[in-house]
């Protein structure tokens, strides 16, 4: 990975000037660097001359300055005998938040892997950190990871004509406290590649970007990505959202342009703490034959895990909620507190359930307006006969891509796509009426309680329809359906095929 990304932000074939690593560790970046200049041309003594490093660390300092000389010393360079090469390293105890490097020359390539905390988890973040973000609070967010403060401070010591290209956690792509941040770097160095990786590649398990940085240069026309461990080339795109670039480092297909916004049709809303507090007070299991429901003193309790596409398990399989297991939770209106007890009338009435965090977007149409979401499973109201069309929006392959894209890098997990309840009304709407109205009536012949291999295959068909409505290619179509998981086997059906052929031949099918 060092490599490959000293390789990316070389990829114009010209040797910088000076290499600089700011938190140099043990110097796998400088090494990197010195066998990058001698390829592009430059003599070994010179290379070691043309590198520099600091660290907090007095001992990765020491370990990067012998790594430099024994690089140097197997190219049999007489400087090393005579001790005269020792003067030339300039790895130095620093702090990169705070010290000015060195007097190393202004143009640079600044390359490097800083320490990624984030500040949601306490006492990791050390003081200079904490300052420098303070300082920089317009553009640094009170949760943006330090490493983005490491990004900011390269590009703030390094002059025009300079290359910053710092590995950061990807949450920098599309999170809202780097917002500012990546709104002032398109000013001031715009993006020329990114790298990303799908597999973590560090013990911390983050997942990791890294973006180049032209400072002080006009955007380019297109943005280089690359990605994998190996930093391999994965094509070019024109100007767009870092997220974006991120998401197609990864290989997302191409999206046909997109208008109109689901928010015209839609309110999103999902509980916090109270409401997820209140519903685990008042939450039983329901009496045998009692009504699943009644829709106004009790409601149907759903979590993320009980909804499926098109379909909710409640009943049928036991599901986690306020660590416990359920298989069929009510919610009795008796109990809660004023407040929630006015968010739960607010939820008692037809609408969709939103699901995410999944590898797809998770709709089900809440037709009987009787099931009360657990946060955050995000309820999405509309009028009545808007339900079905917007359920098939939500199931279409473009518009779960368009969400991964949007905000690659902020989800768990970096394939799952995460949507705030306020985003829902973001996503776009598709441009074929005709079709949509297709793939809405499909959405209308499934139960919203129905068998799972039944909305399953409903889904299936809702996302085909749906991909055409949008005027998107089948490779979005090919996207979504590998990230589906495989066709759902009910009981029910197959105990039916069963008493027609084997167990065996009833699975295969
Ligand atoms: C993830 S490691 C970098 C490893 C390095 N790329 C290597 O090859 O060994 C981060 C390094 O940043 C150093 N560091 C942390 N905060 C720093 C700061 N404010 N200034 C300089 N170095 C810092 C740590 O001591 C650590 O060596």
Not at 150 to 159: I, M, P
Not at 202 to 222: H, K, S
């Amino acid at each position: 990975m060092v490599e490959g990304l000293v390789r990316l932000a070389t990829a114009s074939g010209e040797a910088p000037p000076f290499v600089a690593d700011p938190t140099c560790g043990g110097g796998a970046f400088l090494l990197a660097a010195l066998d990058r200049l001698v390829q592009l041309g430059i003599d070994p003594l010179d290379a070691v001359r043309r590198v520099g490093g600091v660290d907090l660390d007095p001992a990765a300092v020491e370990v990067s300055r012998w790594s430099v000389l024994l690089w140097l010393a197997r190219t049999r360079h007489e400087a090393v005998a005579s001790g005269r090469a020792e003067q030339l390293v300039t790895i130095e105890v620093g702090d990169a938040l705070v010290d000015d490097p060195l007097g190393w020359p202004e143009q640079r390539l600044v390359v490097g892997n800083p320490p990624f905390a984030s500040p949601l988890k306490r006492g990791v973040v050390p003081p200079s950190a904490a300052s420098y973000r303070s300082r920089r609070s317009d553009l640094l967010g009170p949760y943006a990871d330090i490493a983005a403060a490491h990004l900011l401070r390269a590009v703030e010591t390094s002059g025009p004509g300079s290359t910053v290209a710092l590995v950061q956690p990807q949450s920098i792509l599309a999170s809202r406290d780097t917002e500012p941040l990546r709104a002032h770097l398109d000013e001031i160095a715009p993006l020329q590649a990114l790298w990303a990786a799908r597999e973590p590649l560090f013990d911390a398990g983050v997942r990791a970007c890294a973006p180049v940085l032209a400072v002080g240069a006009n955007p380019g026309p297109d943005v280089l990505l690359a990605r994998g461990a190996e930093v391999a080339r994965a094509g070019t795109r024109g100007p767009q959202r870092w997220s974006a670039h991120g998401a197609d480092a990864l290989g997302a297909p191409r999206l046909p342009r997109m208008s109109g916004r689901l928010g015209d049709l839609v309110t999103a809303t999902a509980g916090f703490r109270d409401e997820h507090y209140g519903l685990v007070g008042c939450c039983r299991e329901a009496e045998p034959g009692e009504r699943a429901g009644n829709g106004v003193d009790s409601a149907r309790l759903v979590t993320v895990g009980a909804v499926d596409p098109l379909t909710v398990s409640w009943g049928r399989k036991p599901f986690r909620f306020g660590g416990a297991d359920w298989t069929r939770p009510m919610v009795d209106r008796d109990g809660l507190s004023a407040k929630v007890a006015g968010w739960f009338d607010r939820q008692l009435a037809p609408k969709v359930l939103l699901a995410t965090q999944t590898k797809l977007l998770e709709p089900v149409v809440d037709r009987l307006g009787d099931l009360m979401p657990a946060t955050p499973l995000i309820a999405v109201h509309a009028e009545p006969d808007d339900l079905d069309r917007v359920a098939a929006v939500l199931l279409a392959p473009p518009v779960v891509l368009w969400a991964w894209r949007r905000w690659f890098g902020t989800a768990l997990t970096v394939d799952a796509v995460k949507l705030a309840a306020r985003q829902v009304s973001d996503l776009p709407l598709p441009r074929d009426e005709a079709a949509w109205s297709a793939a809405a009536e499909t959405v209308a012949a499934v139960p919203g309680d129905g068998e799972l291999g039944m909305a399953w295959d409903a889904a299936l068909d809702v996302a085909a329809i749906m991909t055409e409505a949008y005027g998107a290619s089948p490779d979005v179509l090919r996207w979504w359906r590998n990230r589906l998981k495989p066709r759902p086997v009910d009981p029910a059906s197959l105990a039916r095929s069963g008493a027609r052929s084997s167990g065996a031949a009833a699975l295969g099918s």
